[in-house]
């Protein structure tokens, strides 16, 4: 059965259950396959401001509602699944989220945060188009960062979902990994990009990379000032 849910506490309008076409509605909205609803009307007073925080929510939501045709193109610019219109139909709606549904399976080649790319196909990671050199299982783990940005991820879910384990070695091997991955992040110019968390997990800092290049910026600039002083 197609699932589909409703990010507002407010009550569904009538005009945009998918359920009266079959669908149905799941209580909780973390899985990240399934496509969400929201009114365009009530965009602004979605609780935590969640579809503007990175993590990837955005490409699976459905804006419906919005009759400017020119707030809708800049919503789509902004990375929205669909944005339709206040006249869409129950049919076209279905239709149209189902395609959002189909997406959200596939696997994309690229995945990244400011200046930084990782290439499925390449298995490596890029900075400013320079290769960050990693290796398997720091692509992968770095791959699995990035698929929630901002959000921790806890050692034995990392150990469970990067190395296929089912328990807690007595091995550091991530935090082994986890180091080589700072180390060439650093030396590419991201060393606050991943954080270790109070519990013990990591999580990507989106704001880093904003953080870093201005680090950099600040850093280019001291160093004609300095030589000009020595002189």
């Known amino acids: 059965m197609r699932r589909f849910g409703?990010?507002?506490?407010?009550?569904?309008?009538?005009?945009?259950?998918?359920?009266?076409?079959?669908?149905?509605?799941?209580?909780?909205?973390?899985?990240?396959?399934?496509?969400?609803?929201?009114?365009?009307?009530?965009?602004?007073?979605?609780?935590?401001r969640r579809l503007f925080q990175p993590t990837g929510l955005r490409a699976r939501v459905v804006l419906?509602?919005?009759?400017?045709?020119?707030?809708?193109?800049?919503?789509?610019?902004?990375?929205?699944?669909?944005?339709?219109?206040?006249?869409?139909?129950l049919a076209e709606l279905a239709v149209r989220t189902e395609r959002i549904a189909t997406q959200a399976l596939l696997l994309p080649r690229?995945?990244?945060?400011?200046?930084?790319?990782?290439?499925?196909?390449?298995?490596?990671?890029?900075?400013?188009?320079?290769?960050?050199?990693?290796?398997?299982?720091?692509?992968?783990?770095?791959?699995?960062?990035?698929?929630?940005?901002?959000?921790?991820?806890?050692?034995?879910?990392?150990?469970?979902?990067?190395?296929?384990?089912?328990?807690?070695p007595e091995t550091n091997s991530l935090a082994v990994h986890v180091s080589r991955l700072r180390a060439k992040l650093a030396a590419a110019g991201l060393p606050r990009l991943v954080q270790t968390s109070s519990d013990g997990g990591y999580r990507i800092d989106p704001e880093a990379t904003l953080l870093d290049r201005a680090c950099s910026m600040r850093d280019n600039r001291a160093v004609p000032l300095l030589a000009e002083n020595a002189a």
Do not use: N
């Open 6 to 48: 409703w990010l507002h506490r407010e009550p569904m309008p009538h005009d945009y259950d998918l359920r009266r076409c079959g669908w149905r509605l799941l209580e909780a909205t973390g899985a990240e396959t399934v496509p969400m609803l929201a009114d365009g009307a009530r965009l602004a007073a979605i609780e935590g």
């Open 64 to 89: 419906v509602g919005i009759a400017c045709p020119e707030r809708r193109a800049r919503l789509l610019r902004y990375g929205f699944g669909e944005v339709l219109d206040v006249r869409v139909g």
């Open 110 to 168: 690229w995945r990244g945060i400011g200046d930084l790319s990782l290439d499925l196909v390449a298995r490596d990671g890029f900075v400013a188009q320079r290769a960050l050199a990693l290796f398997p299982r720091e692509f992968d783990l770095l791959w699995r960062l990035l698929e929630q940005p901002g959000e921790v991820l806890a050692k034995d879910r990392l150990l469970r979902e990067v190395w296929r384990l089912q328990h807690v």
